[in-house]
């Protein structure tokens, strides 16, 4: 809205009284500016950006990026839980906006900054923000934009080349906050929060933090952490923290139930600190015994690959929790057992999955390795699990059992055959609903898929010479996505000459578990078909489990009854 005022009535008066405004007049670089600190709405009402689009081509040379929603969202949270930004939002006034400055006094002896009122006329669009936007723009709904002031610099009569030439060198040039070192800086700031959610975050970088310093351990200055640079990121312990269950999961107020039960963190004790300084000491020397022995029972080349890697450690503290939940749960493990308990009472679950890892071949070896993108740290945990799984039965973590499954060649094909089937029936009945519907207009209903599929016709006939296009039948090369196009744009269509013949809508609503009141709930299997069939098209797809097997047998059997 803001925005849209400012472009639709830029230099247009808001109001015949200026705003007045107590300021510091410098200069720098040659150029003139002002100092002042200015409630958001003012800004809101006066500022514009140069957003690097179609509509502000006439103001060339624009610089600034489109506003993100998100980000203008996230912001407007933290100004209404007084959070604050303390650098200055940066603008620019135009030539023609009359803006003047009216000193209060004479030259200081010390500086040759002038103290004084900037009077700048209330006028939509006349001040051009350089940097911050996002800051600006994140006041526009809070009660704060009228109570808040922010520092601003301002300068005046600046050319867009200028102005550009700003924004390029703030960014260029300023240099963000490494993420090792953000999360470094949340144990101080967030060690005694408020929040419990962020103080398990502090409690987690502190962990890490001690894990890395730890001259005695075998992660000694191996994990980036602040300004001390490391091969391992802090990610992947923060992580494998995060999921592990070691520690409580917690929202703002209170502790979940889910891992309180398993977790080396005392939920019931009132003072935080000393909770959370015996699950540091706890957690750390329970990690630090871990990979200690992983080290002592695997050779150089796997401990260093397979556990002390950054894949490898998200994956090997997962596993932990998930052990150390097992065995609690199965009255084997208190959970409050000191270090060298812990370890004895898991050291058979450790050395299988050591003999495991040995035992790894080349083919298994490589695939670990060698796996690329967000599925990798989801394998390694997986395949860990599965490692001592195959030893002890009894041993199976959330969600384990349904990727073995997909793990299954056998289930992999039955679910291509059925998916196979369904296909080639909704081709043959999606065509002869479509002659139902509209009788001899049958082509020209479905004009766009029928154009798509002459395409490829043409396609295949550039590839091939001895292709006959002219007795070729252009339904035989619909796709998989033309079926579903029909199937959705055609879902209500009325039978003209038959009002009491059924519908798309009734012939291909299938139940498959769930609510089933919407069209997206009738179709969720058509949804999931489509997933289904990337499995085997595309590598990178999801293969699916048992369940989903059985869920297609339940479209199938619709199909075929119908």
Not at 275 to 296: I, N
Request: with cysteine; hydrophobic share 35%; glycine share 6%.
């Amino acid at each position: 809205m803001y925005q849209f005022l400012g472009l639709m009535f830029k230099n247009e008066k808001i109001s015949d009284l200026p705003i007045r405004i107590p300021a510091l007049k410098g200069s720098m670089g040659g150029k003139t500016y002002y100092m002042m600190s200015v409630e958001p709405d003012i800004l809101l009402r006066i500022g514009f950006v140069l957003h690097r689009t179609k509509v502000n081509e006439s103001m060339s040379p624009t610089y600034q990026r489109m506003l993100i929603p998100n980000r203008l969202k996230d912001i407007g949270k933290f100004i209404d839980n007084n959070g604050y930004f303390p650098n200055s939002i940066i603008i620019n006034f135009d030539k023609g906006s009359k803006v003047r400055f009216e000193s209060s006094g004479g030259a200081s002896s010390n500086s040759e900054s002038r103290f004084g009122t900037l009077i700048i006329p209330n006028a939509y669009g006349i001040a051009h923000i350089i940097d911050g936007q996002h800051r600006v723009y994140g006041y526009a709904g809070s009660e704060y934009r009228f109570t808040n002031s922010i520092p601003v610099v301002a300068f005046y009569g600046m050319e867009s080349r200028e102005q550009l030439q700003i924004f390029s060198d703030i960014n260029e040039n300023q240099k963000a906050v490494r993420p090792a070192l953000k999360f470094d800086l949340k144990i101080d700031l967030d060690w005694d929060a408020p929040r419990l959610d962020s103080r398990i975050g502090a409690l987690r970088c502190a962990i890490i933090k001690e894990l890395t310093r730890d001259a005695n351990g075998v992660l000694f200055n191996r994990i980036a952490v602040g300004e001390d640079s490391g091969d391992l990121s802090l990610r992947s312990f923060n992580d494998g923290l995060s999921k592990s269950s070691l520690l409580p999961s917690a929202t703002y107020k209170s502790y979940k139930e889910e891992d309180r039960d398993v977790c080396l963190y005392d939920c019931n004790l009132t003072d935080f600190n000393e909770a959370m300084t015996e699950s540091k000491k706890r957690v750390v020397a329970f990690l630090k015994s871990a990979y200690e022995y992983m080290q002592q029972h695997l050779s150089t080349t796997l401990y260093e690959k397979l556990i002390s890697s950054n894949r490898g450690s998200y994956a090997f503290i997962v596993l932990l929790g998930n052990l150390n939940k097992h065995l609690i749960r199965g009255g084997l493990l208190s959970q409050k057992a000191n270090t060298p308990t812990r370890m004895q009472v898991m050291e058979p679950y450790l050395s299988s999955f050591a003999n495991s890892l040995s035992a790894l071949d080349p083919e298994e070896y490589s695939i670990l390795i060698n796996k690329q993108g967000q599925g990798a740290e989801t394998l390694w945990m997986r395949k860990f699990q599965s490692m001592i799984n195959k030893i002890y039965s009894d041993f199976a973590p959330e969600g384990l059992s349904q990727w073995l499954e997909t793990q299954d060649k056998n289930i992999q094909e039955e679910g291509k055959k059925i998916a196979q089937e369904i296909i080639t029936i909704l081709h043959r009945r999606v065509i002869d609903k479509v002659h139902e519907l509209y009788g001899d207009r049958w082509e020209s209903a479905i004009s766009e898929v029928r154009a798509r599929c002459k395409n490829r016709i043409n396609e295949k006939e550039a590839k091939d010479e001895n292709f006959d296009s002219e007795n070729a039948d252009w339904v035989d090369f619909m796709e998989f996505n033309d079926i579903e196009s029909i199937i959705n744009s055609k879902w209500n269509d009325k039978f003209e000459d038959d009002p009491s013949a059924i519908t798309f809508e009734q012939e291909f609503s299938i139940n498959i578990g769930g609510q089933f009141k919407t069209k997206k709930d009738k179709l969720r299997w058509l949804t999931e078909l489509s997933s289904f069939r990337d499995s085997w098209e595309k590598p990178k797809a999801n293969p699916i489990n048992r369940t989903q097997v059985e869920g297609l047998k339940i479209v199938l059997s619709s199909l075929l009854t119908d």
